[in-house]
């Protein structure tokens, strides 16, 4: 339902903010505020892509919703609570930024005379879509948590209550969820098509060695994972060096780009060492103990045991 209401405002929030771009477009101002303009433009052209994207991480959080459930998965269900709340901040910034595109006291008040209404039509829909991110948010969290009971104890019957075995499963279960949540979601318009093809190659990549390399614990698929993980850092480093260096090439998208690189950034910090505890406690018996509990369970489900008098059924 969430993800429904929101790409719903989103499109509409789209539809007037490219309505705006088309009119800064046709206007004609004079040298002095051509550079304002310009600075308005980019800001403007560069809000779009970011709509896109919010409509995207909906779909995205769909799928880690149900995946997370059909798993039990408690790591990413924690994961889901910050990437909610992430996306419930950035509705209150990008209404922010929407609200500030044009800077009254930077001369541009010509432009913001011919945009009359345009200027504040998507207003109502864009106040309307925090709302309706608060309150899903608030409902996530409630539910979250009686899921969040339920896996507990799921995980408690699949591994017992060796300390150490869940210390384990918990580790395997944080970097599962990584390659998901680390997907890069900053890109400017002149560099989408290099972005796009970068990171869906480097993505799809690291998320097939870490599914691999955990499910089978193979260990040259988990060398390539942490590699990966290493060129990533090394693209984004890259990038903000970019964004330094040449600031006027990412007009408009700056400080987005930067936030969501360092974020990016910190999750590779975080899974790469994550990784190597995953990979010394391969062959320490874990996939056998899981293996032995799913076994177990479907082996023996509620079938009656022998055919004896009185019938006795057992637990699992």
């Excluded at 789209?14 to 800064?24: K, R, S």
Aim: with cysteine; aromatic share 12%.
């Amino acid at each position: 339902l969430q993800a429904i209401l929101a790409i719903v405002f989103e499109v509409v929030i789209f539809t007037f903010h490219n309505n705006e771009i088309n009119l800064i477009n046709e206007l004609d101002l004079n040298a002095t505020q051509s550079d304002d303009l310009k600075t308005a433009f980019a800001n403007a052209r560069s809000l779009l892509v970011y709509f896109v994207l919010f409509m995207i991480a909906q779909l995205f959080t769909v799928v880690l919703v149900v995946d997370a459930i059909y798993q039990r998965n408690t790591i990413q269900l924690i994961a889901l609570i910050v990437f909610e709340l992430g996306m419930t901040a950035y509705s209150f910034i990008q209404f922010h930024q929407s609200s500030t595109l044009f800077d009254e006291k930077s001369g541009l008040s010509i432009g913001l005379h011919y945009l009359g209404d345009a200027y504040h039509n998507s207003k109502w829909a864009q106040i309307t879509q925090v709302c309706v991110m608060c309150l899903c948010t608030v409902l996530f969290l409630f539910l979250a948590y009686k899921l969040y009971l339920e896996f507990g104890w799921h995980i408690y019957k699949k591994i017992g209550a060796d300390l150490a075995m869940r210390v384990q499963y918990l580790a395997l279960l944080i970097v599962a969820w990584w390659p998901e949540s680390g997907q890069d979601h900053s890109s400017t318009v002149k560099e989408l098509i290099e972005h796009i093809i970068l990171s869906c190659v480097i993505s799809v990549a690291t998320l097939v060695s870490a599914y691999w390399g955990l499910r089978r614990e193979r260990k040259p698929q988990m060398y390539i994972f942490l590699f990966l993980c290493l060129v990533s850092m090394g693209y984004y480093i890259y990038t903000l060096v970019q964004i330094a260096q040449n600031p006027t090439r990412f007009l408009g998208s700056k400080a987005f780009l930067s936030f969501f690189l360092c974020v990016n950034l910190v999750l590779i910090l975080v899974s790469v060492p994550i990784g190597v505890v995953c990979l010394r406690n391969f062959n320490l018996g874990l996939m056998n103990h899981i293996s032995h509990a799913t076994s177990s369970s479907s082996a023996h489900g509620m079938t009656p045991m022998e055919k004896s008098t009185p019938r006795r059924w057992s637990i699992e």
